[in-house]
């Protein structure tokens, strides 16, 4: 797959079709990401390392998750016009669902911990080995989910939202690292009849909201994942080189969570600095090692042209003299979730 940005996907709107108007209305359902392509990073004046990234943490990150509660809710109209909720019942797998997608990403390793998060972070409070010297971070999460239908002109719009409150904490240092919240939305067009029965579109029947919350939550979950894979870049060390120095080999491969297309920092530490090199992209093996193919030098930083021209001069020697690393820009997400996300698109009449 040719991607030109990571954690780049299509425009997630619903299209509003006006029957009688002139103009559609977009309506933007996330996910809200940071992202980083190549045409961006090859227009900035000046090659800069993303901010987060350390060399200790070029290795897979060892990452508890853990879902505390799911509480869902639809808001509905009552006999005397009154807005009410109740129990949303496709939510109560949701937790579930979560942790598995969390699994999938390849530059954590994951132990999911569904509805067991309240105790497991007061045993790792207590200092409990066992929980403890098996990961690095852990991601705590709560998760609602609401309904709403919003009648329209000709149709009811029924919309499904996720809100995630997130924090990850350290546990080497038992400081939070992060927090944040993550919202996924999605709809659905339905057509309803003066007697209140669904005449036409969206039937929202278990099967279909479960499928709409998960597309909902699933963005969400986008969301976090992105804010991890910008916290926690992912990297390695240059290893070999060819005579050009045109074409380089990293010690990380898809496994390692380097993602195809994604473009990398190349530097070196010169006298405890990070000194930039060159902006490269990675075209990642499936296991142990990616291609890193050049794409910009650093030529106008005046800290890098000394090493650059050392390197021009023979890069396979510069490599034995040095360590040099990579580290990416953001982080690619599964294919199985951009699938996810992409294919909800909808039209439907305003």
Same mark, same amino acid.
């Given at each position: 797959?040719?991607?030109?940005?990571?954690?780049?996907?299509?425009?997630?709107?619903?299209?509003?079709?006006?029957?009688?108007?002139?103009?559609?209305?977009?309506?933007?359902?996330?996910?809200?990401?940071?992202?980083?392509?190549?045409?961006?990073?090859?227009?900035?004046?000046?090659?800069?390392?993303?901010?987060?990234?350390?060399?200790?943490?070029?290795?897979?990150?060892?990452?508890?998750?853990?879902?505390?509660?799911?509480?869902?809710?639809?808001?509905?109209?009552?006999?005397?016009?009154?807005?009410?909720?109740?129990?949303?019942?496709?939510?109560?797998?949701?937790?579930?669902?979560?942790?598995?997608?969390?699994?999938?990403?390849?530059?954590?390793?994951?132990?999911?911990?569904?509805?067991?998060?309240?105790?497991?972070?007061?045993?790792?409070?207590?200092?409990?080995?066992?929980?403890?010297?098996?990961?690095?971070?852990?991601?705590?999460?709560?998760?609602?989910?609401?309904?709403?239908?919003?009648?329209?002109?000709?149709?009811?719009?029924?919309?499904?939202?996720?809100?995630?409150?997130?924090?990850?904490?350290? @546990?080497?240092?038992?400081?939070?690292?992060?927090?944040?919240?993550?919202?996924?939305?999605?709809?659905?067009?339905?057509?309803?009849?003066?007697?209140?029965?669904?005449?036409?579109?969206?039937?929202?029947?278990?099967?279909?909201?479960?499928?709409?919350?998960?597309?909902?939550?699933?963005?969400?979950?986008?969301?976090?994942?992105?804010?991890?894979?910008?916290?926690?870049?992912?990297?390695?060390?240059?290893?070999?080189?060819?005579?050009?120095?045109?074409?380089?080999?990293?010690?990380?491969?898809?496994?390692?969570?380097?993602?195809?297309?994604?473009?990398?920092?190349?530097?070196?530490?010169?006298?405890?600095?990070?000194?930039? @090199?060159?902006?490269?992209?990675?075209?990642?093996?499936?296991?142990?090692?990616?291609?890193?193919?050049?794409?910009?030098?650093?030529?106008?930083?005046?800290?890098?042209?000394?090493?650059?021209?050392?390197?021009?001069?023979?890069?396979?020697?510069?490599?034995?003299?040095?360590?040099?690393?990579?580290?990416?820009?953001?982080?690619?997400?599964?294919?199985?979730?951009?699938?996810?996300?992409?294919?909800?698109?909808?039209?439907?009449?305003?």
């Amino acid at each position: 797959m040719n991607l030109e940005r990571i954690f780049s996907f299509t425009a997630l709107a619903i299209l509003l079709a006006a029957g009688c108007a002139t103009t559609d209305e977009i309506v933007n359902l996330g996910p809200n990401l940071t992202t980083f392509s190549k045409e961006e990073l090859m227009k900035r004046k000046a090659i800069t390392l993303p901010p987060g990234y350390n060399t200790d943490n070029f290795r897979k990150i060892r990452m508890n998750v853990f879902f505390e509660s799911i509480d869902g809710k639809e808001k509905v109209v009552d006999s005397d016009g009154r807005i009410v909720e109740r129990q949303l019942a496709a939510s109560q797998n949701l937790g579930a669902r979560l942790q598995g997608a969390m699994a999938e990403l390849n530059r954590f390793t994951v132990r999911s911990d569904y509805n067991r998060g309240a105790a497991l972070v007061e045993n790792i409070r207590k200092g409990e080995e066992d929980v403890k010297r098996d990961a690095d971070i852990s991601l705590s999460c709560k998760v609602t989910a609401t309904k709403e239908k919003e009648k329209r002109y000709d149709d009811t719009l029924v919309i499904y939202e996720v809100d995630v409150d997130y924090s990850c904490e350290d @546990l080497k240092t038992g400081d939070v690292a992060f927090a944040g919240h993550a919202k996924g939305r999605t709809a659905r067009s339905q057509f309803v009849g003066i007697t209140g029965r669904v005449t036409g579109g969206f039937q929202d029947t278990p099967a279909n909201e479960k499928q709409a919350v998960e597309q909902a939550a699933l963005k969400a979950v986008v969301e976090i994942a992105n804010r991890l894979g910008n916290e926690y870049p992912v990297g390695g060390r240059v290893i070999g080189t060819t005579a050009t120095g045109e074409k380089l080999t990293l010690d990380k491969g898809e496994l390692d969570g380097v993602g195809a297309n994604q473009m990398c920092v190349v530097f070196i530490n010169d006298g405890g600095v990070d000194v930039a @090199l060159a902006l490269a992209e990675a075209f990642p093996k499936k296991a142990g090692t990616s291609q890193l193919s050049i794409c910009r030098w650093n030529d106008g930083d005046k800290d890098a042209k000394p090493l650059l021209k050392q390197f021009k001069a023979d890069p396979k020697a510069f490599l034995d003299a040095n360590k040099v690393y990579a580290v990416g820009y953001g982080m690619p997400v599964p294919p199985e979730w951009k699938k996810g996300v992409d294919d909800d698109k909808y039209r439907v009449a305003k």
